[in-house]
């Protein structure tokens, strides 16, 4: 597992912010009545939305992390939890999204998962 680069922004910023629990639940339809819910694991990867600020200096480094190191967001990364600042393992659930601010300035939108 690689670690989340120090040069890069160590906080995430508050306003893309937030936290979607995983489903554990299986549901069945009965036949009569209602239906009936179980536990299908005993944890679930939990997703969170989040976004940094980039530079132009930390935008290389932010590109090299996550198409070299992690190959292309493939691999999984050590990241302090926003929430109880304990580490854990995490990986990109889909493609990061690059939107410039103004400047040298980046906006990056990106949507992990919380692995078990």
């Given at each position: 597992?690689?670690?989340?680069?120090?040069?890069?922004?160590?906080?995430?910023?508050?306003?893309?912010?937030?936290?979607?629990?995983?489903?554990?639940?299986?549901?069945?339809?009965?036949?009569?009545?209602?239906?009936?819910?179980?536990?299908?694991?005993?944890?679930?990867?939990?997703?969170?939305?989040?976004?940094i600020d980039l530079d132009m200096d930390t935008y290389s480094t932010f590109l090299t992390f996550y198409k070299t190191t992690l190959n292309n967001g493939v691999n999984t990364f050590a990241f302090n939890d926003p929430i109880t600042g304990v580490p854990g393992e995490f990986r990109f659930a889909d493609d990061p999204q690059i939107r410039p601010?103004?400047?040298?300035?980046?906006?990056?939108v990106m949507k992990w998962e919380k692995l078990p």
């Open positions: 597992m690689e670690t989340w680069p120090i040069g890069l922004q160590q906080l995430l910023n508050v306003a893309d912010f937030g936290i979607t629990l995983g489903n554990t639940k299986v549901r069945s339809d009965m036949d009569v009545g209602p239906a009936k819910e179980r536990s299908r694991f005993t944890d679930a990867v939990d997703g969170y939305s989040c976004s601010l103004g400047g040298r300035v980046f906006h990056v």
